[in-house]
């Protein structure tokens, strides 16, 4: 509570389990709530959220799914910070 918070947009590039977490540890910007890699057990949950997942080009005669979500809470605690 109370510490500098950013958001930012992360591009997962392999799809291996905890990618995003690993590599924010590893440059000094944990994911607020990560009590796996950021020993942060202050936080009520992690905040590691999608706005948009695309599914890359199914079999015709499927196109490819996109789905998007706005901020929601995830805005709302950033604008409190």
Do not use: C, M, N
């Amino acid at each position: 509570y109370g510490a500098p918070v950013s958001e930012v947009l992360l591009e997962p590039r392999t799809g291996r389990r905890h990618q995003l977490r690993v590599h924010l540890k590893s440059v000094g910007h944990p994911l607020v709530g990560d009590a796996a890699y950021a020993e942060d057990w202050d936080s009520y949950r992690l905040f590691l959220h999608a706005f948009r997942i695309a599914l890359a080009p199914l079999p015709e005669p499927t196109r490819a799914i996109v789905a998007e979500a706005d901020r929601g809470e995830f805005g709302d605690v950033l604008a409190d910070a």
